[in-house]
């Protein structure tokens, strides 16, 4: 299926766009990483994404011959991050992701005056 040069084009900056939300993503949360309170698997895995993201979108644009490698590059880095949390996930849906976690409150009754 050869695709017109208006679709080629739409579907560029569509790539282009989704790859810059996902780097625009990792470097957010890269940013709120800092040194040893934070594990160096997830450093690691966000830092990886990033160069992924970074490559899936200016690749294509500049030598189209070789979007097949950074569609595998980039696939590759996603399935990276997902296997990096697969051990979390064996025993059920993490603390982490699950949508009613027990709220943290060091001082139960700290704002209210009550003990």
């Not at 695709?3 to 569509?14: G, H, P, W």
């Not at 993201?53 to 696939?75: I, M, N, Q, R």
């Not at 697969?86 to 982490?96: F, H, I, K, S, T």
């Amino acid at each position: 299926m050869q695709l017109s040069a208006e679709a080629t084009l739409f579907f560029l900056m569509v790539n282009f766009l989704i790859c810059s939300a996902i780097a625009w993503s990792c470097l957010c949360r890269i940013n709120l990483m800092h040194g040893k309170q934070t594990r160096m698997v997830f450093r690691l895995k966000y830092s990886i994404l990033l160069t992924a993201a970074s490559v899936a979108a200016f690749l294509p644009a500049l030598f189209p011959t070789l979007a097949p490698v950074a569609l595998a590059v980039f696939g590759a880095a996603v399935l990276f991050q997902l296997a990096g949390g697969a051990r979390a996930w064996r025993g059920g849906v993490p603390q982490y992701a699950k949508s009613d976690p027990q709220p943290f409150d060091p001082e139960p009754h700290a704002h209210t005056g009550k003990s």
